[in-house]
């Protein structure tokens, strides 16, 4: 059995990271929050760093609950559009040199979006995880989770609804 | 009175960072009722291809209005928080139109607050998103 050699390290990380710049530094909404990604492999954990626009309540003081909400959805929303892209991209079906250049595949659209606020958001970084539960032909269900300083102790959870790109036209 | 709970809920909103980085503007204050609007702006685009703007600023836009409709209730909460809100996106708001949501506050409980809006650009007739929220209530300070 002939087995295939493995890429090296940096031709995979370099294609990885390149793909998901492109995916996230391609919202602006994404940009204006202050919202990166980190990446393990295919695990992303999203970032929301801390800045004073973030404040809803100036008197606790606390992150704006939209600020939270939106965090979540664009932590879902890319969740997803990775999840969607990432056999194309490993597979060089899906070229990264034209999702560098701005040419982005159609990416899911919200159909609804549920935010339970859990805590009050501290006036710090807070990081955020999405889950797919279910990812069909025309609609997918995720949920995400967001905290601040201890995971086990969620600021807010959110499950949304999406309308999946059509893939026929 | 009426002039006591605009000037609150004026004073509210000005007071939220967040609702002026989204260049959040108080239209029509009532009671238990709210009007907000927030003009385009590229920065809070979603879909380059398109420029619609991202559902997660409409979604601050509708908790922020939802808030002040409940700061506006006759019963005069001293302060409220979000405890969940739902967003259903009935269709992509036009670019370069501005987001007007308007948020009733329809139910109050000594604990809580039920709440629904609605968003629109200038096709006021076919909503761009709908909200339903459960916010907490603080009663007055005697």
């Known amino acids: 059995m002939i087995r295939k050699t493995p890429e090296p390290v940096q031709v995979v990380k370099q294609r990885r990271d390149t793909a998901l710049s492109a995916l996230v530094e391609g919202v602006p909404y994404a940009q204006f929050l202050g919202i990166s990604f980190d990446r393990r492999g295919d695990e992303l954990t999203a970032v929301l760093r801390y800045d004073e626009k973030l404040i809803g309540n100036p008197r606790l003081p606390a992150l704006h609950g939209g600020v939270t909400a939106a965090f979540l959805e664009v932590t879902a929303i890319i969740g997803l559009s990775w999840a969607m892209l990432w056999e194309g991209i490993e597979s060089g079906r899906i070229d990264v040199a034209t999702l560098e250049e701005g040419t982005l595949p159609r990416l899911p659209k919200t159909i609804d979006f549920t935010t339970d606020f859990l805590r009050s958001g501290l006036p710090r970084d807070g990081y955020a995880r999405a889950h797919v539960t279910r990812s069909g032909r025309r609609y997918a269900s995720v949920n995400a989770y967001a905290w601040q300083d201890n995971r086990d102790r969620p600021i807010a959870q959110a499950t949304g609804h999406f309308l999946m790109p059509r893939t026929d036209v | ?142």
Do not use: W
């Open chain 2, 1 to 142: 009175m009426s002039d006591k709970r605009a000037r609150m809920a004026r004073d509210f909103i000005q007071a939220i960072p967040h609702a002026q980085a989204l260049g959040m503007q108080l239209g029509d204050i009532g009671e238990g009722t709210a009007e907000i609007s927030m003009a385009y702006d590229a920065k809070f685009i979603g879909d380059p291809v398109t420029g619609v703007i991202h559902g997660g600023a409409v979604s601050a836009l509708m908790d922020t209005c939802c808030g002040a409709a409940v700061m506006s209730h006759p019963d005069l909460p001293s302060v409220t928080a979000t405890i969940d809100l739902r967003i259903d996106y009935m269709r992509p708001a036009t670019p370069g139109q501005a987001i007007t949501a308007r948020a009733t506050c329809y139910h109050m409980t000594r604990s809580v607050a039920f709440v629904r809006a609605v968003a629109m650009d200038d096709d006021t007739e076919n909503p761009v998103a709908t909200a339903t929220g459960a916010f907490t209530v603080e009663p007055a300070q005697p």
